[in-house]
């Protein structure tokens, strides 16, 4: 048996195998004499999706290639790929992704199979480029699903959380090589929040951090560019000094307040600069931390996250890092959250070295009374009353999931009960 635990360190596991498969006898081979399976990426889930006591699948070495349509507004990509070798591949074809989020070793798979998102007020979440998947079932025998081919099984796939099978090779919609120009500047939060609607509809992508006990907000937007030269990389929080502020507050609870308000102080200076999308989109997350992410209503998104800072302030209570608030555009996707509408994506995160239960918990219950749902991947609470009440699809997900593996071989612990699979 080996030892696996996610990257925060928060979940860890003991599976019975642990396996790579190469092609796609070797899957066969594992999948089909397997009780239980799951599919790992990157480990970025802060929830046991991938926890299992069976056979642990990595998709990062199986032998598959980018396969461009002749039009060029798609392309099969490898499922197990890295989204930092995915962009990479692609900017080679003189592709890029539509959109993608400021971490990129996640797998394709997994960023698909959880809702993973960026920013941007129209752009929707990294499922809804998807339009096509080649999928290992329980027997070990490839399926291609798509709109018009097993529709059912595509609809739940698509935002699937690894229950309908293992994904081989997606097909994904792209667009022509682009480059971003990236600005980042310290904003006041009242102004932010007052022009929220006017900021977001200026740029291609806009969002913000903001720490709790600051009145200042870390304002980042990214927006199409003509290239400037040789690009030179660079992120968007200089994490030596963040990481010196966390771990003075955890060491001295009582100075967070004052150390953040000197930390937006220190990072007046604006910055700019312009590069290919795939270099621009992701910045360097070195720093441990766990997260708990809730999307709601657009029209929700700013009052709740004044709230929690409120809250937070009222109750003293020692958070480390600051909240990121972004904007996604809806989509008709059967267990998405953003399938409501437009949504305000707002990220609760706390240092990896520091107590979260309990301020996750109490933070969750403005996010919850704001109508929001919370990113499959990160930290929730939802029992499967909840889920039945939240998405009114999930009868026939569960349906489909049923159809697809009647056993439940790609189900653990955590999501059987979640679904209430076998219930």
């Known amino acids: 048996m080996a030892e696996w635990s996610n990257w925060s360190g928060s979940v860890a596991a003991t599976p019975a195998t642990v396996a790579r498969p190469r092609d796609a006898q070797e899957l066969a081979a594992l999948v089909s004499r397997a009780d239980k399976v799951r599919v790992v990426g990157a480990g970025h889930s802060f929830m046991p999706l991938c926890a299992t006591d ?47 989020g400021d971490i990129n070793p996640q797998s394709l798979a997994g960023a698909t199979a959880t809702g993973t998102h960026g920013t941007g007020a129209e752009l929707g979440s990294l499922a809804t480029q998807a339009c096509g998947f080649r999928l290992m079932g329980p027997d070990g025998a490839i399926v291609e699903c798509g709109p018009d081919q097993h529709p059912e099984l595509y609809q739940g796939q698509r935002l699937s959380l690894g229950l309908f099978g293992v994904a081989t090779e997606i097909r994904i919609h792209v667009l022509p090589a682009y480059h971003l120009e990236e600005r980042i500047e310290r904003r006041p ?29 870390i304002f980042k937007t990214l927006h199409p560019a003509e290239p400037e030269g040789e690009f030179q990389g660079g992120t968007d929080i200089d994490e030596t000094v963040f990481r010196l502020v966390c771990d003075l507050g955890a060491a001295a609870k009582g100075m967070i307040p004052t150390l953040q308000r000197l930390i ?7 910055q700019r600069r ?6 621009i989109f992701p910045s360097e997350r070195t720093i441990r931390f766990e997260e708990m992410e809730y ?10 996250l004044k709230e929690a800072m409120g809250y937070i302030r009222k109750k003293r209570m020692p958070i480390a890092f600051p909240f990121e608030f972004r904007l996604t555009a809806g989509d008709d996707i059967w267990m998405s959250p953003f399938n ?23 933070i969750e219950a403005i996010f919850q009374a704001g109508e929001g749902r919370p990113h499959w991947a990160k930290r929730h609470t939802l029992t499967t009353a909840d889920v039945h009440r939240l998405y009114p699809k999930t009868p026939d997900y569960l349906a489909a999931r049923q159809a697809a593996d009647p056993q439940a071989k790609f189900a653990n612990a955590h999501l059987t009960e979640l679904f209430g699979i076998g219930g």
């Open 54 to 100: 069976g056979l642990l699948i990595s998709m990062a070495d199986y032998q598959a290639k980018v396969e461009v349509a002749p039009d060029r507004k798609t392309v099969w990509a490898p499922a197990g790929w890295g989204l930092d070798r995915l962009t990479a591949a692609l900017w080679a074809e003189g592709l890029s992704l539509i959109n993608q």
């Open 189 to 217: 939060l009242a102004e932010v929040a007052e022009r929220l609607d006017e900021l977001a509809a200026a740029t291609r992508h806009m969002e913000f951090f903001v720490f709790p006990y600051s009145d200042q907000v």
């Open 264 to 270: 937006m102080r220190m990072s007046a200076k604006p």
């Open 274 to 279: 312009v590069g290919p999308a795939y270099g």
């Open 295 to 304: 999307e709601l209503p657009r029209a929700n998104g700013m009052e709740t």
């Open 340 to 362: 409501k509408g437009p949504g305000a994506s707002i990220s609760f995160h706390q240092y990896a070295k520091m107590a979260w239960r309990q301020e996750f918990a109490e």
